[in-house]
Every structure is written in C-alpha cells, then in structure tokens.
C-alpha cells in the first residue's frame, strides 16, 4: 500500500484525553516516574515545563541547568522528535541549537519549512544525559508521559523521528534507523517518518548518491510533499540541500 493510500486511513486527530483517576495529584508528577500523567493533564506547554523545570522522574535532573521542553510553533503540522540536549540545550533550554541544530535549519529551509510556521521541536528526554550519552530506557520512559502530552497539544499531522532513539522511545519499533528511514509508520493516528538525525550527518559530509546527506535530501522532499498534500498546496523547492 503506498503512503497516499496509507494517509487516508489516518485520524490524525491526536491522543485523545482520557479522564484522570479521582485520587490524581497533579503536584505529585515531577516527584515519581511512578506517578502518571494522564492525557489531558496539561493545558498549556508553559504549565508543562513548570514541572520539566522541577521534575525529579530520573536522574538526570539532579544535573541539568535547564529543561529543554520544546521550540516551534504551538499548532505547528510537523513535529521533529529528537533524543535528548546535548550541552548547548541544556544551557539554553532550547532544542537543536548546537551544530546539529544549524544543519536541521538549513535542511529544514532548503524545502521552505520553518519552525516559525511549520515545525515544532522537541525531544525524547527534557535534560541532557551526562557525557550527551544515549538516555536509557528507564530514563525515556520516565520522560515519555511528557512527550504524550506535548503531541497531545500540538497536534501534528507529520511526525519525523530522528534517530533510532526517538523511533523506540516513540512507536515501541527497535529496528535499526538506516532500515526504516524515509518508510511512513502509523502510530497512534499520526503519520510518523524516521529519519537520520542531523549529527550523523555531520560525522558523514559526503553527498554523494546514497550517502546519508544524500538519503536526508529524498526524506525532507518527501515529507514537504506529503504536507503539500494534506494542505492541499505545493510549494517550490530549493535544489540545495543545505551544507
């Protein structure tokens, strides 16, 4: 089944609330991973990241400067899910900043999409592993309530995972990034891609056909192709892929 059959199997209408059980505490959330968070607990990213701010569900936020909740537009069509903040994040508080972030720009801009407009972005994990290491899975599990909710609100209808941590931390899928990159998925009502996360790129500059510069350019097109189609729009794109 192609991706254009796929999409209109899709309610992409995002996770539904569920009711919260009558003994919830939302005050107790950034104390316990064992605390849930039911969908709906949020009415706000800003009241979201009051608690990211004072969360304690893992480790890692006995070592953080700043939660690193998201940046984007708030009813943005595509969200970009990445794995955690690296040292930059945490410094800043915002996502993808560092030289990986640049790059996601300009890849980003070579098919006019804008995080003004179109994107918003976040990650598996709201603070930084030590070392930027890959967080582990009781710490994305710990953090992946956040993230529910964060979906919850922004409502995508494109969702690109970078990496093969946010793809398992995500869909649950454990197969390998360079398998499943630039394959549509179906999660949760939502149209998920994978997609090689930009520091790889950088370990790898070459653009030659095949490399993982070149397989990121067929990506992005793609998923500005498929947006153009459930806008009902086109737009041009820049032959360049960006640096």
């Known amino acids: 089944m192609s991706s254009e059959e796929q999409i209109s199997l899709f309610d992409v209408s ?14 107790l959330i950034p104390t316990s991973a064992k605390v849930p968070i039911p969908a709906g607990t949020y009415s706000a990213m800003e009241q979201m990241a009051v608690h990211c701010n004072q969360c304690q569900r893992c480790d890692l936020g006995a070592s953080r400067t700043h939660a690193v909740v998201g940046r984007g537009n708030l009813q943005a069509p595509i969200m970009i899910i990445g794995e955690g903040p690296g040292q930059n994040e945490d410094e800043t508080g915002l996502p993808f900043v560092g030289r990986a972030g640049q790059l996601l720009e300009k890849i980003l801009e070579s098919v006019r999409l804008t ?7 976040c990650n598996m994990v709201k603070c930084r592993p030590p070392g930027n290491r890959t967080p582990t899975p009781d710490e994305t599990e710990a953090c992946r309530p956040y993230l529910m ?29 360079t398998k499943i990159r630039g ?56 032959p360049q892929s960006g640096d």
Not at 20 to 27: H, N, Q, S, T
Request: hydrophobic share 40%.
């Open 149 to 177: 909710e964060q979906i919850r609100m922004v409502d995508p209808k494109i969702i690109l995972l970078t990496g093969a941590t946010a793809v398992r931390g995500v869909t649950g899928d454990k197969r390998g990034i």
């Open 14 to 27: 995002g996770l539904p609330a569920s009711p919260a059980p009558a003994d919830f505490d939302p005050d």
């Open 183 to 238: 394959q549509w998925l179906e999660w949760e009502g939502h149209l998920c891609m994978p997609i090689l996360h930009p520091a790889y790129l950088l370990r790898n500059p070459s653009r030659e056909p095949g490399s993982p510069k070149w397989q990121m350019w067929q990506d992005i097109q793609v998923v500005r192709t498929k947006l153009d189609e459930i806008r009902g729009t086109s737009a041009p794109i820049n």
């Open 115 to 121: 995080t003004e407009a179109d994107v918003y972005i």
